[in-house]
């Protein structure tokens, strides 16, 4: 797996998961399948069976989220000049048919919230962005077809901030 960019809030939160599920959550289902299993025949028991799978999802969880911590790139986007689009950017977009305004903010995969304006690095329109500067015209393929918008200015906006401000956003469809 390769690097995954990350702020420290995200790093962080995803510790804290990881930390819960493996000294809280999962001993407390391990109990839950012991206490089904106390009552009888295995074969015909719902509640260990639950229980066994629960604890199979728990394990899943862990493993991802060992994964992505192990792989984390933990990144302060303060710290860049964000004289160009970058990781933690807040971008400013004019669409160049329609004039319309279009307010993203790209982050770590794990803290994308498109429905509110925080995209993922990966997404196509971060890719297409990463790099540019104020003033740049920008040619994006979306779902409903090539979009050309251009940068009207970038700055830094910390992501708990970006997934309260009330961006203009535009349909990505």
């Known amino acids: 797996m390769q690097p995954q960019p990350m ?8 510790s804290d998961e990881f930390n819960t599920l493996r000294t809280v959550i ?20 719902a509640e260990y ?9 728990i394990d899943k969880r862990l493993k991802y989220l060992s994964s992505m ?3 984390a790139k933990i990144i302060d986007p303060a710290q860049h ?7 933690g950017s807040t971008v400013e977009l004019e669409d160049i048919d329609t004039d319309e305004s279009l307010t993203l903010s790209i982050f770590g995969v794990l803290e ?12 196509p329109m971060a890719r297409a962005l990463m790099g540019k500067a104020v003033g740049d015209s920008v040619t994006v393929t979306l779902p409903s ?10 700055r830094y906006i910390p992501i708990l901030e970006c997934k309260k401000e009330p961006f203009a956003r535009a349909a990505f469809a």
């Open 7 to 14: 702020t420290l809030q995200a790093y962080d939160a995803i």
């Open 26 to 45: 999962k001993p407390a289902v391990n109990r839950e399948k012991e206490i089904a299993a106390a009552h009888g025949d295995r074969s015909e028991n």
């Open 49 to 57: 069976h639950a229980a066994k799978e629960k604890l199979r999802h």
């Open 69 to 71: 911590l192990q792989n």
């Open 81 to 87: 000049t964000h004289e160009r689009v970058a990781f």
């Open 112 to 123: 994308s919230e498109p429905q509110s304006g925080v995209i993922s690095y990966e997404a």
């Open 145 to 154: 077809g090539k979009k050309e918008y251009e940068i009207l200015a970038i």
